[in-house]
């Protein structure tokens, strides 16, 4: 039996990247998908190459969410995927002193918003059902201060901590729902191609950009989904709180020296 036969799982920030990877890791595993995205022509290629049941879905919309409620009433994994980092349409400024309002806003409304929004649907949705497992992504962004994206950084810390506090809200409650959180580094995803661009330099950039990270590599979203897997999975059943790092020992202390 596949780990997760059986079960139905809504990804959201699904059409690509590690919303991707997580969708096609849980549908190998034996999962009924249900894949959503704001970008409607991305999702619905997507649904088309994987078979899994397409969304429309803006996280930070209220009534979106509800709309899903009423179309999934019932499910058994939600993972809180969908995320911006304020610079899709170009460099603005995200530092504590030059930031403005709307910008800082816009991010917390699809990171933070959009996570407490999918927590409080997947409670109503898994109460019901043998067991459930909310599993929110946040950022090693969301451990650490990042200067030049203020508000990426708090919208991550933001989702370590209410993962916490969703846990401890359903075990109190006696739900049998848990809820822990991931927190990648630098994942080799659509939204680094900006930075490393196509030119003969690419391999030189890219080793710039880990130069920090103990593995000296880029990690995977695939990498990512295999963590995914195991949370949502039976085998996970005692965790419930936790927080998953994902950095090639990024965090785990000062910078490596290799033969030191």
């Known amino acids: 039996m596949k780990r997760l036969e059986n079960k139905t799982c809504v990804v959201t920030g699904a059409a690509r990247g590690i919303g991707a ?3 096609r890791a849980f549908i190998n595993e034996g999962a009924n998908v249900i894949a959503t ?18 969304v429309h879905l803006d996280v930070g919309c209220e009534k979106g969410w509800q709309k899903l409620a009423k179309a999934a009433p019932e499910i058994d994994v939600l993972v809180n995927n969908a995320g911006i980092t304020g610079f899709e349409n170009g460099v ?21 918003d959009g ?3 999918g ?11 043998p067991s459930g497992s ?19 950084a708090a919208s991550k810390a933001a989702v370590r901590n209410h993962s916490k506090t969703v846990a401890l809200y359903c075990a109190q409650k006696g739900y049998n729902i848990r809820c822990n ?5 630098a994942i080799l995803t659509p939204m680094w191609e900006p930075m490393l661009g196509t030119g003969p330099d690419r391999d030189t950039r890219m080793a710039a950009l880990v130069a920090d990270t103990p593995a000296k590599r880029f990690g995977t979203p ?20 936790a927080e998953l790092t994902i950095d090639g020992g990024l965090l785990a202390g000062s910078a490596a020296v290799p033969g030191a």
Request: with cysteine; hydrophobic share 50%; glycine share 4%.
């Open 21 to 23: 990877a997580i969708c």
């Open 119 to 129: 927590c409080r649907y997947a409670i109503g949705a898994m109460q019901n059902r």
């Open 181 to 185: 959180s991931i927190h990648p580094a």
């Open 134 to 152: 909310i599993i929110n992504i946040s950022s090693r962004s969301g451990m650490v201060g990042i200067p030049l994206a203020a508000a990426y």
């Open 222 to 241: 695939a990498e990512v989904a295999a963590v995914a897997v195991m949370l949502a999975s039976d085998e996970a059943a005692y965790m419930t709180g």
């Open 115 to 117: 996570t407490f929004l």
């Open 37 to 54: 995205d704001c970008d409607e022509t991305a999702l619905q290629a997507f649904a088309r190459e994987t078979k899994c049941t397409p």
């Open 92 to 112: 603005v400024a995200h530092d504590p002193e030059h930031a403005n309002l709307a910008d800082w806003q816009a991010v917390h409304r699809v990171n933070l």
